[in-house]
């Protein structure tokens, strides 16, 4: 089982950036999937998560109307599109996928996103 984050970096306040996560080793379409993300000296908190069938739900209040999640189950890959940038945004962004009917969860190793002049 891998879920491997890429698309981090260093951008300016105001831009954007795409992370991209691919899964591999599990039934992803079955899988709600989130994005966590954590940032120095903080615990780790939800950002957004998708259902298996593409439902939004739980988008942060720091990242509503900025964020946008998306999945393509043919690819087993889910995205976070962050557009609008702040420096509040800096953290290491993690993927998460659940599967409550078997109490599975799987984490990725996580990618660095820093937003600074």
């Known amino acids: 089982v891998q879920l491997v984050e890429s698309g981090g970096g260093l951008v300016q306040p105001g831009g954007s950036l795409r992370l991209s996560c691919a899964a591999s080793?599990?039934?992803?379409?079955?899988?709600?999937m989130s994005w966590y993300r954590q940032a120095p000296g903080k615990g780790r908190e939800l950002v957004v998560a998708?259902?298996?069938?593409?439902?939004?739900?739980n988008y942060a209040d720091s990242v509503k109307g900025r964020f946008t999640i998306s999945r393509d189950n043919a690819k087993k890959t889910v995205y976070l599109q962050m557009n609008s940038l702040k420096p509040e945004d800096t953290a290491v962004y993690y993927c998460?996928?659940?599967?409550?009917?078997?109490?599975?969860?799987?984490w990725g190793q996580g990618t660095q996103v820093t937003v600074s002049s």
């Open positions: 080793g599990f039934a992803f379409s079955s899988y709600r």
């Open positions: 998708i259902t298996s069938v593409g439902g939004t739900t």
């Open positions: 998460r996928a659940d599967r409550s009917s078997t109490f599975t969860t799987y």
